[in-house]
């Protein structure tokens, strides 16, 4: 695998997508696997620093060979400050993408030897389910794979499968045209070369280029990060396989509003989870993010029960996260729980991914329950299950189960 990496202002993206990476790898598999993180830049002591910064995060990796660390010489680069604007873009951007087709083609052609090293893995998905978190960051994969030539994980070039042979190949067309197009194009005109016929109609020719570029349905990578400006994509990656309720549980639940602060992916939305009819997805979670689920009518809870990950991918997993009860009437009690600025009372906390316990009865009726996460996580995060139990009551009359709060 190879991961082009960039100065930006975040650095910390790269950490964290090589943490995701490597999480779930076991101990066989990461002997078959190479990443090679690319520092696309020329000043030393900027490349010397994220070297650095790896080797304290992972210095069994690097120790193992599993991670590599290389950069540019800088006579590798050309002139980049007098190039032809084409297509509309600034001049900014002609750069970046001249630049990036460089360091692309460098990349691949380091990293093309290691790629026969790599024995066909049945095991395919199992390395692309690690790949997920991959943040902001281009990720090109490289492992010989015999049906693939060019498997899109992603738009754009960010993850992307080639046969370990075909790279000298493409590598040798992106360098005749780096000035001229965005490596995306690149690749398209280089399938246009191979399988289309100039005498047939477009359609004929995307047919042709189809067969070429196996496009994983749906992404089996992840590319967003909140400092990005490509949007991307994050799919389910067996969903085919798996009955939805395989991946969450749902519990009944009594009414309440659902918001968050995390970037909510797609369609798994917080309501979702909390009426038990598919999972919340997020992105990664950094300190200060909240989940919270307010009451419409205040209420006493006997217990919470909340499932972080599931099935599918276990390790998006809250860490580090609180739960906390807003009490509705403050001054009735005292509590014997930490309290937050905003009054609410520490009762819980993840641990392995799960949240659960009892509520005090002392609490009395709860206006809100809220997760806060309270430091940055490498991963995504999931809720797989959550379960608010009403403290069961035997109301008399309609009135007084209003007054309760419960139906
Ligand atoms: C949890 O977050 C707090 C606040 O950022 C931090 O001080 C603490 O070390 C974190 N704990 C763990 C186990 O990461």
């Known amino acids: 695998m190879g991961i082009p990496t960039v100065k930006r202002e975040k650095q910390h993206y790269l950490i964290n997508t090589l943490h995701s990476l490597l999480y779930e790898l076991s101990e066989e598999q990461k002997k078959d696997c190479v990443i090679i993180v690319f520092v696309a830049e020329v000043n030393a002591e900027y490349v010397n620093s994220v070297a650095e910064s790896i080797k304290t995060s992972f210095p069994r990796e690097i120790q193992s060979g599993i991670l590599e660390v290389i950069s540019p010489p800088a006579s590798y680069y050309p002139d980049l400050s007098n190039l032809k604007k084409t297509f509309g873009d600034s001049e900014d951007r002609v750069r970046w993408r001249t630049k990036q087709n460089l360091d692309y083609s460098f990349l691949m052609l380091y990293a093309q030897p290691k790629g026969t090293l790599c024995g066909i893995s049945t095991n395919f998905q199992n390395y692309i389910r690690v790949f997920k978190a991959g943040v902001n960051i281009k990720l090109v994969i490289f492992k010989q794979q015999q049906k693939y030539l060019n498997m899109h994980l992603l738009v754009l070039l960010s993850g992307k499968l080639f046969k370990s042979e075909d790279l000298p190949l493409i590598v040798e067309f992106f360098l005749m045209f780096y000035k001229d197009k965005p490596i995306d194009w690149l690749i398209d005109h280089l399938l246009w070369v191979k399988v289309c016929n100039p005498e047939k109609d477009a359609i004929h020719c995307e047919k042709e280029k189809a067969e070429l570029r196996i496009r994983?349905?749906?992404?089996?990578?992840?590319?967003?990060?909140?400092?990005?400006?490509?949007?991307?994509?994050?799919?389910?990656?067996?969903?085919?396989?798996?009955?939805?309720?395989?991946?969450?549980?749902?519990?009944?639940?009594?009414?309440?509003?659902?918001?968050?602060?995390?970037?909510?992916?797609?369609?798994?939305?917080?309501?979702?989870?909390?009426?038990?009819?598919?999972?919340?997805?997020?992105?990664?979670?950094?300190?200060?993010?909240?989940?919270?689920?307010?009451?419409?009518?205040?209420?006493?809870?006997?217990?919470?029960?909340?499932?972080?990950?599931?099935?599918?991918?276990?390790?998006?997993?809250?860490?580090?996260?609180?739960?906390?009860?807003?009490?509705?009437?403050?001054?009735?009690?005292?509590?014997?729980?930490?309290?937050?600025?905003?009054?609410?009372?520490?009762?819980?906390?993840?641990?392995?991914?799960?949240?659960?316990?009892?509520?005090?009865?002392?609490?009395?009726?709860?206006?809100?329950?809220?997760?806060?996460?309270?430091?940055?996580?490498?991963?995504?995060?999931?809720?797989?299950?959550?379960?608010?139990?009403?403290?069961?009551?035997?109301?008399?009359?309609?009135?007084?189960?209003?007054?309760?709060?419960?139906t």
């Open 216 to 406: 994983a349905k749906p992404s089996l990578f992840q590319h967003m990060g909140i400092y990005s400006s490509l949007a991307g994509k994050i799919q389910n990656l067996k969903d085919k396989d798996f009955g939805k309720n395989v991946l969450h549980k749902a519990h009944n639940n009594p009414p309440a509003k659902v918001d968050t602060s995390l970037q909510i992916y797609q369609q798994y939305t917080l309501e979702k989870i909390y009426k038990g009819e598919d999972c919340f997805w997020a992105s990664a979670p950094v300190a200060g993010d909240y989940i919270r689920f307010t009451f419409l009518n205040p209420l006493k809870i006997e217990r919470y029960f909340f499932r972080s990950g599931n099935m599918e991918h276990p390790g998006d997993k809250l860490f580090n996260t609180t739960v906390e009860v807003l009490p509705a009437d403050v001054s009735l009690s005292k509590f014997n729980y930490p309290a937050t600025k905003d009054g609410y009372l520490k009762i819980g906390a993840f641990e392995n991914g799960i949240a659960e316990g009892g509520v005090s009865q002392s609490i009395g009726k709860i206006q809100a329950i809220r997760l806060s996460v309270n430091s940055d996580s490498p991963v995504w995060a999931i809720l797989s299950e959550v379960s608010m139990k009403v403290v069961s009551i035997h109301c008399k009359d309609f009135e007084q189960c209003i007054e309760i709060g419960t």
